[in-house]
């Protein structure tokens, strides 16, 4: 148990659909993160939150959309999905002090795919 | 940008000994390891920090070269609990957390 949360753990969907994934973290953290992970590829680092402000989008493409509501929840709001987007998702936290070689806690991620 | 790890996979014998090793073509200020189980969150291990240091973690121990942009990462007696992938993850700045991954080793030690 990381203290970091994900739900659901696998979700199916259609291309036209609309969905969510939930993170939430229970370790007072200020900095908040998605990674996607494909087979045989390595973790990519998608967007980072720093209390509740988005300071990281690594040019991911518009059909992916973040929500950091609170420093304790983020949300991934996925619309017309391409098959290549199936993938893990997976949420990290940290403490947030922006001094780097900071710590990250990771969920156990949603497995994600896309029909 | 992202760092490369190699050896890409390795097996082992319990009780044997590994070295994965990370390598990157830009400057770093931190290097860190994490491992992940098959169908797990990955797990941290351990950060360095460039001025070269070594930190060990049971018989896990790793080393950082910032001369040479590289870590290693050395699993000594190796344990059937070592088994998943192990990746090193790169910060070039002290921005906070924005980790570039290596694309993995995984590891398997059979009995």
């Known amino acids: 148990e990381t203290g970091v949360t994900q739900t659901p753990r696998h979700l199916v969907m259609g291309m036209t659909n609309k969905k969510s994934l939930k993170c939430e973290q229970h370790?007072?953290?200020?900095?908040m993160y998605w990674y996607k992970q494909s087979a045989k590829k390595p973790l990519e680092l998608m967007f980072v939150?720093?209390?509740?402000?988005?300071?990281e989008n690594n040019s991911v493409p518009s059909r992916f959309s973040p929500e950091c509501p609170n420093s304790s929840h983020l949300f991934l709001h996925l619309h017309t999905l391409q098959p290549e987007d199936s993938a893990l998702y997976l949420c990290?936290?940290?403490?947030?002090?922006?001094?780097?070689?900071?710590?990250?806690?990771f969920g156990s991620g949603t497995q994600l795919s896309v029909l | 940008q992202q760092p490369v790890q190699s050896p890409q996979a390795v097996i082992l014998r319990e009780g044997e000994d590994a070295v994965i090793n990370c390598s990157s073509s830009?400057?770093?200020?931190?290097v860190h390891w994490y491992r992940q189980k098959h169908g797990e969150a990955p797990v941290f291990l351990m950060i360095?920090?460039?001025?070269?240091e070594q930190k060990g973690h049971d018989k896990i121990s790793a080393s950082f070269n910032e001369k040479k942009q590289q870590s290693s990462l050395y699993l000594t007696a190796s344990q059937l609990s070592y088994s998943g992938t192990y990746f090193c993850?790169?910060?070039?700045?002290?921005?906070?957390?924005?980790?570039?991954f290596g694309q993995g080793t995984e590891l398997s030690v059979k009995p």
């Open positions: 990290a936290s940290s403490p947030g002090e922006n001094r780097g070689n900071e710590k990250l806690f």
């Open positions: 370790l007072g953290h200020n900095a």
């Open positions: 939150y720093s209390l509740e402000e988005r300071v």
């Open positions: 830009k400057a770093l200020y931190s």
């Open positions: 360095l920090l460039k001025g070269g």
């Open positions: 993850g790169t910060e070039i700045d002290n921005q906070g957390g924005k980790l570039i």
